[in-house]
């Protein structure tokens, strides 16, 4: 279902649709826009359970995190607003807070999933560039290096074990090898940029690929938000 | 001010760097979750992030230092969370607008000099800035208001650290031996590289 919507479209919904989160204080709204970035994840063909489930332990881990913090470090001004507001919140504030905190905390990465695991990375740059006015050279630099992320792992394991083999010890976070890959990296940039221009890449390159946006598009920018904003209105 | 428009080799560079510092980013959100999970218990899980924070601005700082040119550290940060929502980042395009302030936090003192000083002073004061903007942003999306103010004090505090040391000082560090090395001449022959 999600998988058809227009990158640019999806990115525009989805981001004002955070943002109204940032603004949605009640549990219930947060579990069912959780409830639909699941169902988002669930009907889309780019993912699979397993995938999910690797993703969902970490959100999990992070949402408890929040939950805690909520609990038993909670602000005792918004305990009070939140008793004068709901009858039940006035039974468990703190424990409310939490639940409220770590819902929040589960929203937010549900949706971040949603559109992290069912976007194609062609297609959101594809669609950056012709929606979204982005520069031939940013869209294609991004893709670029996102084609290199495997050779570039690879050369920073080598620039590791080249201080190894020198006795060298490297610990995590140490700038040796990062220095080194920061001086390949010029290198690259370089010689890749002289590759692509001597090619004939320009601003004026043509895209065999080309991304429209129909209407379902513009429901799902619009449609989006408007529900969050419908669901803050019917829980508040 | 250079207001030379950012070249195809500006762009593949701020990438290939983000790339880079993906590792980097990967390695702290490895060390964040498992110290967060450890301080959960306790109700501290919320600062588990904390100590690497400065990390994520680190590419910015670099790429703003070799570059020398208006928006590179917004862009950089942007690109950076464009390819890691591609790698599959759980807080998706939210991460998108948190690398736009991140940069901005982090070019703010730049643009100030008109991206002529490149000191400790003021690698440093983009390492607050980042920290005040990204707090406030952060205060908003995990909602700071409902949370003890010891604990919010305790993020602030623990994340200008991480950020006056990543920030402020390794990436100035290794910015400083890529100049000594000839980087900077390499890449801005004729610039003035102080």
Known sequence: ?236 | MNREKLTLRDYLLMALISVVFGVFYLLAVYAGTALSTLLTPFGLGVLGYEPFYGVWFMAAIITTYLIRKPVVGIITEVIAALIEVMLGNMFGVIVMLSAFIQGLGVELPFAFTKYEKYSYKVTMTAAVSATVVTFLWTGFRSNYLAMDWRIVAAIFVIRLLSSLFFTGYLSKRICDKLDEAGILTYLNPGGANE
């Open chain 1, 1 to 236: 279902m999600i998988d058809a919507i227009n990158p640019t479209a999806k990115t525009i919904g989805l981001l004002v649709g955070s943002i109204l989160l940032g603004v949605t204080f009640q549990w219930q709204t947060n579990v069912l826009l959780a409830l639909i970035g699941f169902l988002f994840l669930l009907t889309s063909n780019r993912t699979s359970l397993n995938q999910l489930a690797r993703f969902l332990l970490p959100i999990l881990l992070i949402s408890a995190s929040y939950f805690f913090t909520g609990w038993l470090f909670h602000s005792e001004e918004n305990l009070l607003s939140m008793a004068v507001d709901t009858m039940t919140a006035a039974e468990n504030p703190a424990l409310l807070n939490g639940v409220t905190l770590s819902t929040r905390l589960l929203a937010f990465a549900m949706l971040g999933l949603s559109f992290s695991l069912t976007t194609d990375s062609n297609e959101l740059v594809y669609s950056f560039i012709q929606q979204a006015k982005m520069p031939m050279k940013m869209g294609y630099a991004i893709l670029t290096a996102l084609n290199l992320t495997s050779l570039i792992s690879q050369e920073y394991k080598k620039s590791k074990l080249a201080l190894q083999v020198r006795n060298l010890p490297v610990r995590p976070f140490d700038t040796k090898p990062l220095f080194t890959m920061m001086v390949r990296m010029v290198r690259w940039s370089d010689r890749l940029s002289l590759a692509m221009e001597s090619k004939g890449f320009s601003e004026q390159r043509t895209m065999k690929q080309q991304m429209k946006v129909r209407p379902q598009d513009i429901v799902f920018m619009i449609g989006f938000p408007l529900a969050i904003v419908g669901l803050n209105l019917l829980f508040s």
